[in-house]
């Protein structure tokens, strides 16, 4: 409505003035803070509903409202960690995941922020995969004090993997070349303008493994885990699971629905009833408690959240099939 008001009177100034206006209008404006909006539900206490949909990156997302920034999903888990901190009628928080995972660094810092969130509160945090919680959307529920998967969700797909693009025979039949004016052997290490020599494949090798104990560090931290390492490097070997697999192989507590879980948490909690809450922000309106949890899209080109697989080298917790 604001933008329209403007276009009226720039136009209406434009035609008094016989043509010529000039109007400084501030086009990009801060992202809207957070508002809470009870899902269902009556009485004091209050469960937050934390939804962990699409890919997880550090970057900030595109698709808000009209010249409003989309907060990245790690800043946006951060601020409402936040805020339902400084709630003291909100007793516990709930994960409702539907993701393929996304970057390494997005992913760990999601799960540091639950476990000191978990640390400081003393507060119940649950998580439910409703759909897919592939790598990273795995790795991010390990953090929860104990995870539910839905009969038809699929979770696992533990481990690392890292992309490029080797584009030097593309573009030497299109006649274009590159050259590169380095400091050291490998400062240009794995260049999409040139092959990966053995000796650069070993040094990434040697990353992605790190990065792989890193997972399973997780894992094993988990609570209730009755996993050794064997087990957990026998699971991990990159295949996802049904919710039955997962199961039986002690990735996950327990098979069910989201409206269980939160029955679970307020009987923990002690408490009959409860107001079922979320977070939103302008334009995202949430109705019941499986709004906004659509099927995560995703190509191999451009990942819907800000990883782009052609200009940049990003290390993930992804599932790509």
Excluded at 23 to 49: C, F, H, W, Y
Excluded at 77 to 102: F, T
Excluded at 263 to 269: G, N, P, R, T
Aim: charged share 25%; proline share 3%; with cysteine.
């Amino acid at each position: 409505m604001k933008m329209c008001v403007l276009i009226l009177l720039t136009a209406l100034l434009t035609t008094l003035t016989g043509g010529c206006a000039f109007v400084n209008v501030e086009m990009l404006r801060s992202a809207s803070p957070l508002q809470e909006r009870t899902v269902e539900g009556d009485g004091k206490a209050k469960i937050l509903v934390l939804e962990i949909t699409g890919v997880i990156s550090e970057k900030d997302q595109s698709g808000g409202q009209l010249f409003e920034p989309k907060p990245s999903l790690v800043s946006h888990i951060k601020e409402s960690l936040q805020k339902a901190e400084k709630d003291k009628d909100v007793k516990g928080v709930i994960l409702r995941i539907n993701s393929p995972g996304g970057t390494v660094t997005a992913s760990d810092i999601i799960y540091h922020e639950l476990n000191n969130f978990r640390a400081r509160t003393k507060m119940p945090v649950h998580a439910c995969i409703i759909g897919l919680g592939a790598s990273g959307g795995y790795y991010v529920a390990t953090a929860a004090d104990e995870i539910t998967i839905h009969p038809t969700a699929v979770t696992g797909s533990i481990g690392v993997m890292v992309m490029k693009f080797n584009v030097e025979g593309l573009l030497s039949k299109v006649g274009v070349g590159e050259e590169t004016i380095k400091s050291a052997d490998k400062k240009d290490f794995f260049s999409p303008f040139r092959p990966t020599t053995a000796e650069e494949l070993q040094i990434m090798q040697t990353i992605i493994d790190k990065m792989y104990g890193r997972f399973m560090d997780v894992i094993e931290a988990r609570k209730g885990n009755q996993l050794d390492r064997q087990q957990i490097r026998v699971l991990a070997d990159g295949r996802v699971y049904t919710a039955d697999q997962a199961l039986e192989g002690k990735l996950v507590d327990r098979i069910g629905y989201l409206d269980e879980v939160i029955e679970s948490m307020k009987a923990s909690l002690g408490v009959k009833e409860a107001k079922v809450i979320s977070y939103y922000r302008r334009g995202g309106y949430k109705e019941t408690i499986y709004s906004g949890g659509g099927i995560p899209q995703f190509n191999l080109i451009n990942i819907n959240a800000g990883l782009d697989l052609l200009t940049s080298t990003d290390f993930l917790y992804l599932w790509k099939p």
